[in-house]
């Protein structure tokens, strides 16, 4: 599953689907609009009716080309046609926070010329959290760029996915930058470029905002020393 479904149709939130394996607890599907998560961060939660009722779905525990889709209920086991639910709500906080994410990556890349990500986490309590690859430099710094963030949120920039040739992303500086969801090539050697108009653009495979302005406001929280060059940025909604 080289493009996730949910890439082709972010607004998909609604569709039937067939069950083609299942064990107690789980079950994989012939076609799912879930984001599987990766690379800290979480998948998208919801729901699935079958003709024995509706089950939560609590996370999606990926296994090579399988996704299972592991269910609020432990023995539960399902078969046939079911309808699939994504929950919008939690869809869209790990949406927004994951998209400022590259709106602070950004403004870390500029600014501290180049300064690289080693670590990040989005949760679906609305709380997130950046690790940077910087020397000693002052956190009030790193502190100061919740107005530059805040600021994009009130602009409204329009943030679009592209489908470019891996070679030429590996040429171009800046557009890989370990971000926090790892980017699946495509069966064809294409990587998915996120660009946030006039903003930042690089290679990322997690889920978007279609544009700035659908997110609340970001507070920066805490600025911690995880080691001589290891910078971690908390932040959640405001
Ligand atoms: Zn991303």
Not at 41 to 67: C, F, K, M, N
Not at 69 to 76: E, F, I, R, S
Not at 186 to 205: E, K, S, V
């Amino acid at each position: 599953m080289a493009i996730y479904l949910c890439h082709d149709e972010p607004d998909l939130y609604v569709h039937d689907a067939s069950v083609v394996d299942s064990r107690p607890g789980s079950v994989a599907l012939s076609r799912s609009a879930f984001h599987p998560g990766g690379g800290g961060q979480v998948s998208d939660i919801g729901a699935i009716e079958w003709s024995g009722g509706r089950l939560e779905v609590t996370h999606i525990e990926p296994d090579g080309e399988i996704w299972w889709h592991v269910l609020a209920d432990p023995a539960a086991e399902l078969t046939g046609d079911v309808t699939v639910s994504v929950d919008p709500e939690h869809r869209l906080r790990v949406a927004s926070l994951h998209t400022m994410s590259h709106v602070l990556n950004a403004f870390v890349f500029e600014e501290f010329s180049g300064a690289l990500v080693t670590g990040a986490q989005i949760g679906g309590d609305g709380k997130g959290r950046m690790d940077f690859d910087l020397p000693e430099i002052d956190n009030d710094r790193l502190r100061a760029l919740e107005a530059p963030i805040n600021d994009v949120i009130a602009r409204g920039l329009d943030v679009s996915q592209a489908y470019v040739d891996a070679a030429e992303v590996q040429r171009t500086n800046g557009l890989v930058r370990s971000m926090s969801v790892a980017p699946p090539p495509t069966p064809d050697g294409r990587l998915r470029l996120i660009d946030i108009d006039g903003l930042d653009r690089q290679a990322c495979g997690g889920t978007h905002l279609s544009n700035t302005a659908q997110s609340r406001r970001i507070a920066i929280t805490k600025v911690e020393n995880k080691g001589r060059h290891n910078r971690r940025v908390r932040f959640q909604f405001a």
